[in-house]
């Protein structure tokens, strides 16, 4: 995957059981800085059965979790 400025391999790994997406993120490469820092570490999905879009959104980055649940 390339988004302008990085260069990163996304990786699926799908949970039916407990209907979660899980993409995780390697062979992170910024264009622009330092190559080492690689704070992006996945990103989870969450989605009803019945639905066809997340309603819930896990970020990995640096350390921390970021959520996100629609309303």
Known sequence: ???GRRVYTMETLDQEKTNQTTIVISNYFNLWTDHKRNKFEKIIFEKKAEEFLPYKMHIFFDGRVFR???G
Do not use: H, R, T
Request: no cysteine; hydrophobic share 50%.
């Open 68 to 70: 996100l649940e629609s």
């Open 1 to 3: 995957m390339v988004d």
